[in-house]
């Protein structure tokens, strides 16, 4: 039993019409002898719609009740999906969270899939139906509606391919798949054609907004292919999966960028066991997102520099929560505005020596220059002036002959 | 234990700010120390929405995945609701059809309740918490989703009181209460403080529109009082009792009329056993409500004249129903548009003789002609020509001094 999931987002599902299309979609599988299973988003615009009905409603929303007011969006997208293939003649019944029963744990608004209970779904595809199950939403042990922590439908779609066994994931979504940098940027970006894991997990939490991270991690752990494709073309899109899958032809798979992050520097820090602690604990505990760290070492050996980013909205609130804190103590904090990360991410460059160099020497050729280095297995990062991130990225695209 | 059921109707939850409002009346009864059970419709517009959707996507939409869809509706005011009282301070939370469960038998979109296990919810109510049950809807023995036929979420709240055994039922509405006739008829037209259950059914089924016949029955088989009030104003309603509560000082209760009937006779119809019934049955198949009937005997002893009346928008169809009906034989039809039947409604007048001849009277003298005669225990309807609706309602408003 070849079974496939397809995954539909917001806008795949955003009106009338296209869930007509998509329903097209989901036919033709079927046509081609697949067992289909739907996973559906909420039409876009009724997620927000009940959000905002909820902050009318109270600034500190119920989170269990929250739960049960979104969730109502996939339950009429699955609804509609299901009365549209009925409508062509198919056998399709839409299956709520609790229904299948998918059960989470965790709190309500992030909670986590640990069970998928397929009995009933699997005796109902194996007589030619199609189940479209509702993403983004599962019951705990308490019989109450849940909803996902990061990752959303997303999660859903890869969690049931895990439990059904699925041969394929495909992640229907308003763009194209997973380019070499944001085309906005550069027209020389190019859809890539297969992405590993890893670097798919670069490119997301860099910047690349097609899918989260965490249903990413989630795929790489269950090894499952992922195509993410257009749910308005029918053309190939990009094919996440594992490293041994992909001919490594390319040194580089892909450029990422961040825009309105700031700079902080602290100088003068005085160096002892923890201090790195001390100035991210309130930032943490403000839920503050702190990206490249950099400590410079203390030219005396006892005081020290110390280089973060964090997102430019914060970044008042972390003026003032580092000048409140009193467990460190500086000479002087330094503030630098709109500045950006760029990043190239490739699993080649583990076997390929020299790219940190041409990297460098391609954006010093064009008078850019590197505000802060941080680099990993997979991907180097560079903090340059906002201004810059075009010409940047164009730069890089070009070195790394992304567009062949 | 002193248990309440406050039943809200879609004007009642229609907007944020009513939400709001309506948080308070409930409580208020908490305050009182009532045990609270919220029996909510979904917000006014959000059902009709969801309807037109599922029209959108087929004119056939499946039956099942159409419940799915509209139940939606009152998962998310019910949501709201809970989230607004624990804003407030208060312990309170959603209970979908399904979670608590209400059981219902019998086809999608129209199914009837027929079980509550009241067991979990007892329990939370007796910790102190307000359970806010969505209306309309339930869960049948397949564990799918169902709304329910005529009466809707009033035939929750009833069914809720009865299984809960509470001590009444809050109806809360957009209008103040039942009144005496229609205030557009007639500025005349009196709040009632207090109807029976058989005088509200004959007022419900003749035109008054607040509440669905089926679930007064539901109310009158239970003998569970109701009260419908305003969910705007904080003054008494109209409680809907059983007769021994109320002190029969008035012969007439109420004054309902219709609008825009048709009135069809038969003339010279060949009388023999089955006529009737051959001539009603295609009108039944075709879902055609035919109110009034009258056989005048036949002069003859072979011919007699039959007289109905209907809907006039039916009335095309009906016309044509009867011609091609090859089961009867008629001399002639003829048909009269634009009648109204007016009803006077009333227990009193079971022991108060004479209030027929004071209707005829009181119309003949405003020569108001008199159509077609129709009684039952509690109420006399007659038709009349629609332009005389008002001066018939008004003339009998006096007669029996509704005002009073």
Redesign the interface.
């Known amino acids: 039993m070849k079974i496939i999931v397809l995954k539909f987002g917001g806008t795949s599902v955003g009106t009338?019409e296209k869930?007509?299309k998509i329903s097209k979609i989901v036919t033709s599988f079927v046509n081609k002898k697949y067992k289909v299973i739907v996973v559906s988003s909420a039409m876009s615009g009724v997620t927000n719609d009940?959000i905002n009905?909820?902050r009318?409603?109270?600034d500190?929303?119920?989170t269990?009740?929250?739960d049960?007011?979104v969730?109502?969006g996939e339950?009429?997208a699955?609804?509609?999906i299901?009365?549209?293939l009925?409508?062509l003649g198919y056998k399709s019944?839409?299956w709520?969270g609790?229904?299948v029963p998918i059960v989470t744990e965790g709190t309500h608004r992030s909670s986590r899939i640990v069970s998928i209970f397929k009995k009933r779904v699997l005796a109902y595809i194996k007589n030619g139906g199609i189940p479209i199950i509702t993403g983004f939403q599962g019951v705990n042990f308490e019989?109450?509606?849940t909803t996902l922590e990061r990752g959303g439908s997303d999660a859903s779609a890869i969690m049931i391919a895990k439990f059904f066994d699925a041969e394929k994931c495909i992640i229907y979504t308003d763009v194209e798949g997973i380019f070499t940098t944001d085309p906005n940027i550069t027209k020389k970006a190019k859809k890539i054609d297969k992405i590993s894991y890893e670097e798919m997990l670069e490119m997301a939490s860099l910047g690349a907004k097609v899918m989260q991270p965490a249903s990413i991690q989630d795929a790489r752990l269950n090894r499952i292919n992922i195509d993410v494709k257009s749910s308005f073309k029918n053309i190939p899109g990009t094919l996440i999966t594992k490293r041994k899958n992909i001919n490594k032809n390319k040194i580089i798979t892909g450029i990422s960028f961040t825009k309105n992050d700031s700079k902080v520097t602290l100088i003068g820090v005085v160096d002892k066991p923890g201090v790195a602690a001390s100035i991210f604990e309130p930032l943490f505990k403000n839920a503050i997102n702190v990206d490249m760290v950099v400590q410079n070492i203390s030219a005396d050996g006892n005081k020290t520099d110390l280089t973060f980013t964090v997102k430019s909205e914060d970044l008042n609130k972390v003026e003032k929560l580092i000048k409140n804190n009193k467990k460190i103590r500086f000479k002087d904090i330094l503030i630098t505005k709109n500045v950006s990360k760029v990043s190239i991410i490739g699993v080649g460059m583990i076997t390929t020596p020299g790219v940190t160099y041409r990297m460098f020497k391609a954006l010093s050729k064009k008078n850019i220059n590197i505000q802060v280095i941080s680099t990993s297995e997979i991907k180097i990062s560079v903090l340059i002036n906002k201004k810059l991130v075009t010409k940047a990225v164009s730069t890089l695209h070009n070195e790394f002959k992304l567009e062949k």
């Open positions: 009338i869930i007509k009940l009905k909820s009318k409603i109270s500190n929303f119920n269990s009740e929250y049960v007011l969730s109502s339950q009429i699955c609804a509609l299901s009365g549209r009925n409508h019944r839409s709520l609790w229904q019989n109450r509606i």
